[in-house]
Nanobody, 122 residues
């Protein structure tokens, strides 16, 4: 069974940086699209960023563009989300997702991780 396991969440202050990791087990995601979503308190899950398995194409939500960077390490089957200049409004549970086609909303994701909590204090 496919598993996506996120790590790297925590409590930071506004302006700090954090790097999230998503490790995929038991299969490779060649030709898949991988990405990150987040769900803040009382909010719906929203798209953050996605990347093709080759790492050649990335796409970001406007709210994180210029601050977050998504990358992939193929030999390690791991996707990263480098988050810089964090803001209190970035506080959320961050989820890793994968699918065989491009997605921009949760409905397009085939596989989900369980999430990792990021809390940004002001």
């Amino acid at each position: 069974q496919v598993q996506l396991v996120e790590s790297g969440g925590g409590l930071v202050q506004a302006g700090d940086s954090l790097r999230l990791s998503c490790a995929a087990s038991e299969r490779t995601f060649r030709n898949y699209v991988l990405g990150w979503f987040r769900q803040g308190p009382g909010k719906e899950r929203e798209f953050v960023a996605r990347i093709t398995w080759s790492g050649g194409t990335t796409y970001y939500a406007d709210s994180v563009k210029g601050r977050f960077t998504i990358s992939v390490d193929n030999p390690k089957n791991t996707v990263y989300l480098q988050m810089n200049s964090l803001k209190p409004e970035d506080t959320a549970v961050y989820y890793c997702g994968a699918a065989g086609r491009v997605f921009s909303d949760p409905g397009g994701v085939q596989y989900w991780g369980k999430g990792t909590l990021v809390t940004v204090s002001s």
